[in-house]
């Protein structure tokens, strides 16, 4: 069960470091600086920018009301909130490129 895990968790960050290049090469490049490539950006900022507070409200949440988190669990758990928005941020810039 622990190589099954440390599996998952290697193709999580793989997956982190593809949307993390995704999003940079939009950025970086000629298309994330014309009118289009910037309207994306902030179409795909828009959505994720309000999730980030509501996920670490959640959070706070579970640990005040539901079951206290360990100090190592937070940490694990923001961990994903801040990495799972950027993946989800590069896959907003890819569909959004598609809507556009």
Do not use: C
């Amino acid at each position: 069960m622990d190589v099954f895990i440390a599996i998952l968790r290697v193709l999580y960050v793989l997956i982190f470091f593809g949307a993390m290049f995704i999003s940079l090469r939009f950025e970086w490049g000629r298309e994330g600086k014309d009118e289009r490539g910037r309207a994306i950006a902030n179409k795909s900022y828009g959505i994720i920018f309000p999730l980030l507070p509501l996920g670490w409200f959640s959070i706070e949440l579970i640990n005040d009301y539901i079951q206290p988190i360990s100090y190592e669990t937070y940490k694990l758990l923001i961990w994903f909130l801040l990495t799972g928005l950027f993946i989800f941020h590069a896959i907003n810039l890819m569909v959004l490129k598609r809507n556009y």
